[in-house]
């Protein structure tokens, strides 16, 4: 877990190429000194998020340490900016720092995790803070990791996604509460990137605070806007909280399958074929789904794009697919439901509740499981 948690943190976004005048802007200064950085070149680089992906940086100052390891940055920027400063070369991870019209004194050792040593900027000492709570709760992960298996292998699943629920819902809650706090824009932006899909909403309500605050000439609030507003358009086109699209096709024996004959239970549309490498290796994982909620309530309605019956039934056999709502209708090309359901790629699943309403696309994992949970028990 302890990778995963810092990869978000750390590759929630896409950064784009700004332009920074030396000449404009509020001055800003780093005094650092910098162990196993003699005679090394110290890269400084800005950050900002137009749009989710890997992260991009654009260097504004380049200085070489002398040999001492000791350098000073001295530049300008518009408005306050989160930046990475990088020892070339170095095998250690880079630094974050939040600068704006401030000196700042920096002391650290390429060869030691953690935290510069920081005086001279709050905003990046607010910054640390952050990253300090994020690796505290990385290792009461890694700590918690053997008993919670020892839960699973034991078969005790609903005390398994309790606590998996519980930890994910206590990562995100890290990074709420850190934009409900801070005071700085340009370092709640990080938080935002790691929430930005999964706390929708609550990123919503804060950028209309924002878009009207003295920070609403930021990059950072510009930016954001740009992508809730796509995300919008994407929710728009999405099936999750419309009620199912009937299917009706073929089952191996030429009649007719209702997905609707399964309403009232939680139900989980799977469109899949046999060709399709993604999907067969997700099978087994639907397959352990299917066995361990069957009983209360779960079911599953697969909607095969094969053209060929013969590799559909053999592929439905070979996978041990052993419910009962399998169709094809042999047309890849015409097919209905995928037109319905607006299939461009598979695997592509949606997850029903006992009302009728589809909840979730495109589960996989410990995540569809975890999702079936939560249905079962409400």
Same mark, same amino acid.
């Given at each position: 877990m302890r990778n995963q948690l810092l990869f978000l943190f750390f590759s929630v976004s896409t950064l784009f190429f700004i332009s920074c005048d030396k000449k404009s802007g509020d001055p800003f200064t780093i005094n650092g000194t910098i162990t196993g950085a003699e005679n090394k070149k110290? %890269?400084?680089?800005?950050?900002?998020?137009?749009?989710?992906?890997?992260?991009?940086?654009?260097?504004?100052? #380049?200085?070489?340490?002398?040999?001492?390891?000791?350098?000073?940055? +001295? $530049?300008?920027l518009p408005e306050r900016m989160t930046c990475r400063l990088t020892v070339a070369g170095a095998d250690q991870n880079y630094y974050v720092v939040s600068l704006q019209n401030e000196e700042m004194e920096?002391?650290?050792?390429? $060869?030691?995790?953690?935290?510069? #040593?920081? #005086?001279?900027?709050?905003?990046?000492?607010?910054?640390?803070?952050?990253? +300090?709570?994020? &690796?505290?709760?990385?290792?009461?992960? /890694? &700590?918690?990791? @053997?008993?919670? /298996?020892?839960?699973?292998?034991?078969?005790?699943?609903?005390?398994?996604?309790? %606590?998996?629920?519980?930890?994910?819902?206590?990562?995100?809650?890290i990074f709420k509460n850190y934009i409900d706090t801070c005071k700085y824009v340009a370092n709640s932006s990080i938080a935002v990137e790691s929430i930005f899909f999964s706390e929708f909403q609550f990123v919503k309500e804060h950028y209309n605070v924002w878009k009207s605050s003295a920070d609403s000439s930021s990059p950072y609030i510009k930016d954001l806007g740009i992508k809730i507003a796509t995300q919008e358009g994407l929710l728009a086109q999405s099936l999750v909280g419309k009620p199912f699209i009937d299917i009706i096709q073929p089952d191996k024996n030429g009649n007719s399958k209702k997905l609707s004959d399964l309403k009232g239970q939680i139900i989980l549309i799977d469109f899949w074929a046999s060709w399709c490498g993604p999907c067969r290796k997700e099978n087994p994982n639907v397959v352990r789904v299917y066995n361990a909620y069957k009983s209360k309530g779960f079911n599953i309605f697969s909607v095969s794009l @094969?053209?060929?019956?013969? +590799?559909?039934?053999?592929?439905?056999?070979?996978?041990?697919?052993?419910?009962?709502?399998?169709?094809?209708?042999? @047309?890849?090309?015409?097919?209905?439901?995928?037109?319905?359901? &607006?299939?461009?790629? %598979?695997? /592509?699943?949606?997850?029903?509740? +006992?009302?009728?309403?589809?909840?979730?696309?495109?589960? &996989?994992?410990?995540a569809l499981e975890t999702k079936v949970m939560e249905l079962i028990n409400q």
């Open positions: 110290i %890269i400084l680089e800005t950050m900002t998020f137009p749009e989710a992906g890997q992260p991009k940086y654009t260097i504004i100052d #380049t200085v070489t340490a002398d040999k001492e390891g000791k350098f000073t940055i +001295k $530049n300008h920096l002391t650290a050792n390429v $060869n030691e995790a953690g935290n510069p #040593t920081i #005086t001279g900027s709050p905003a990046t000492l607010s910054l640390f803070g952050l990253m +300090k709570t994020l &690796r505290d709760f990385d290792e009461s992960a /890694m &700590r918690m990791n @053997d008993s919670i /298996m020892e839960l699973k292998a034991a078969g005790n699943d609903s005390a398994f996604n309790a %606590i998996v629920e519980q930890m994910k819902n206590d990562y995100i809650s @094969d053209t060929d019956k013969s +590799k559909w039934l053999a592929a439905v056999q070979a996978d041990g697919l052993i419910w009962d709502n399998h169709v094809c209708a042999l @047309d890849d090309a015409n097919n209905k439901a995928a037109i319905d359901y &607006r299939i461009t790629g %598979i695997p /592509m699943s949606f997850l029903v509740n +006992k009302e009728g309403i589809i909840v979730a696309e495109n589960l &996989r994992g410990q």
